[in-house]
């Protein structure tokens, strides 16, 4: 089945992604987390919860799922080529600083797309609960488009922020996280579009891919 992710919160796509590897049924997943199959389907494909949380439980019964059917599943080749990028820390989502550390390295899939790939840890709270602070951010250089996520930059501060251009001012960079303030755009420079986010998850590493560029909406 193929289904639109709402985009403020990958752990979405993460839980349909084990549905469809395992051919488990929303029902299937409601039963286990106690809730309609009419509201698990809707928290996957339009509105989150408001108890974000229940993406975790979700994750957790399906951890459980691939648990207890050990060695019964037949493994999936894995074909994409991996490579071995620097991960440069601090990238702020607030506030702006120049503090970064010695990077680490991370082997990470290959995009494929030809374009000069790069990875940032992120800090700070203002692209939450999109990115959260800790998450490592795969950027493309390529040309921004509206609403997209980004990284910016200018005299030596950087940030990550959604992309929003506008005739009257020339537009803005603006958080997901309303606690914070937006950035207006002619004091910065863009570098590169957000295509994925890399998420340290209970048991391992969550990569959620989007080839096109992350793309904010609030209420989308």
């Not at 991960?87 to 030809?114: C, I, K, R, Y």
């Not at 490592?136 to 980004?150: I, K, L, Y």
Request: charged residues 25%; contains cysteine.
């Amino acid at each position: 089945m193929t289904i639109t992710m709402p985009v403020e919160d990958p752990r979405a796509q993460l839980v349909t992604d084990l549905l469809d590897k395992h051919r488990l049924s929303m029902r299937w997943l409601a039963a286990k987390v106690n809730e309609s199959h009419v509201s698990v389907t809707r928290w996957l494909t339009k509105t989150p919860p408001k108890d974000r949380q229940k993406y975790s439980y979700m994750l957790q019964c399906i951890r459980k799922y691939e648990s207890d059917i050990s060695g019964k599943v037949e493994p999936v080749l894995a074909v994409r080529q991996m490579i071995q990028l620097p991960v440069l820390s601090d990238l702020p989502a607030s506030p702006m600083n120049t503090s970064f550390a010695d990077p680490e390295t991370m082997l990470v899939p290959d995009p494929g797309t030809g374009e000069e790939i790069y990875l940032r840890r992120v800090s700070g709270h203002s692209m939450s609960p999109l990115i959260e602070a800790g998450d490592v951010v795969m950027f493309a250089v390529r040309s921004a488009e509206p609403r997209q996520v980004v990284q910016a930059f200018d005299d030596g501060k950087e940030t990550i922020k959604v992309y929003v251009p506008r005739r009257s001012d020339g537009g803005m960079l603006e958080p997901v996280n309303p606690d914070y303030d937006p950035i207006p755009l002619a004091t910065m420079n863009i570098k590169g579009v957000a295509i994925a986010i890399l998420r340290d998850i209970p048991g391992g590493r969550a990569t959620f891919e989007y080839p096109r560029g992350i793309f904010f909406r609030p209420n989308s």
